[in-house]
């Protein structure tokens, strides 16, 4: 048997938090999703969800490794960053990872004058990590395998897979932010091939899907999910201008279409 993951929703917003009342029902705060596989604490992205995340850590005296994966470098996937309690913690390790050439500019949005502490004055260890497109590597058994994504300056998608003895594989594809347009399809289809949660930027609603812009819309994510026989869909990433009611209305819509599909909403937890 493979161990159990469990899934944890900290962010579901794009470019910017929405801390209104009206938002708070699927949720404020931008992307920020913890997987936890009972070894290792994987972080996909760092938006204003990671410092609630950041928190509960620190509250459950976790001391397990943190692995902060980040999709690219725009803010609302690294402004968690800025208040994260784990920094603060001298027994903590954690690692950043984020594509070839990021850290410099990073370590400029958080560091003076934008920020009083910089990323390497915390008195944990924090450790940067490069990576590049279409590598894979390994976090104690967890495979993880990157992309590109087709985005405004690049994004990185990426793949967890763990394998157990008996043969089952377990996996996760995150392909948050990407425009699923013809020029990314087939190699997406690809990347998302046969996996158990496919998490997918319904960043548009399908009638109000900008080309060139970098998202996508539920509707392509359930013709995606299809075509790549994923096991279930998770819509996250909504623009911030799309209140509760709005996104209940479109999640109604996009269940009568796939019933494997569901919207995410912050302190959602799935386990897999
Ligand atoms: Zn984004
Ligand atoms: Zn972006």
Same mark, same amino acid.
């Given at each position: 048997m493979t161990q159990e993951w469990?899934v944890?929703?900290?962010? =579901? ?8 009342? *009206?938002?708070? %029902? ?7 999703i913890?997987v936890d596989n009972e070894k290792e604490l994987v972080v996909l ?5 990671? &410092? ?13 490794k943190?692995h902060i994966l980040?999709s690219?470098?725009?803010? %609302?996937?690294? $402004?968690?960053?800025?208040? !994260? ?10 690692h950043?990872y ?15 004058? !934008? +920020?009083? =502490? ?9 450790? @940067?990590h490069?990576l590049w497109v279409n590598e894979q590597f390994s976090l104690n058994g967890l495979e993880v395998y990157t992309m ?6 690049? &994004?990185l998608l990426y793949r967890l897979e763990a394998a157990a003895p008996d043969g089952n594989v377990k996996s996760l594809t995150y392909t ?11 190699a997406?289809?690809e990347f998302s091939r046969g996996t158990d949660l496919l998490i ?6 399908? *009638? ?9 819309? +539920? ?7 299809? *075509?790549a026989?994923a096991g279930? =869909? @998770? $819509? ?10 709005? @996104? ?14 569901? !919207?995410?909403? *912050?302190? $959602? =937890?799935?386990?897999l």
């Open positions: 469990k944890t929703i900290w962010g =579901v917003r794009g470019s910017t938090p929405r801390p209104e009342r *009206e938002f708070l %029902d699927f949720g404020g705060n931008t992307s920020c913890c992205d760092a938006g204003s969800g990671l &410092s609630a995340l950041g928190r509960s850590i620190a509250a459950g005296g976790e001391k397990r943190i980040l690219h470098l725009h803010l %609302d996937h690294v $402004m968690g960053l800025l208040s !994260f309690p784990p920094f603060f913690d001298p027994a903590a390790e954690i950043i984020a594509k070839a050439a990021s850290f410099h500019k990073l370590e400029t949005l958080v560091g003076p004058p !934008f +920020w009083p =502490v910089g990323l390497s004055g915390f008195p944990a260890g924090v450790c @940067l490069e590109a994504g087709n985005h405004p300056g690049g &994004s948050l932010d990407c425009e699923a347009d013809a020029s990314v399809l087939p997406l289809t997918w930027d319904a960043g548009f609603a399908p *009638e109000d899907l900008k080309k060139g812009w970098g998202h996508s819309t +539920w509707e392509q994510g359930i013709r995606l999910r299809q *075509e026989g279930r =869909v @998770l $819509m996250t990433h909504y623009d911030p201008g799309y209140p509760d009611p709005f @996104l209940r209305a479109q999640e109604e819509k996009a269940i009568r279409v796939d019933a494997g599909c569901r !919207f995410a909403k *912050e302190g $959602m =937890v799935i386990t």
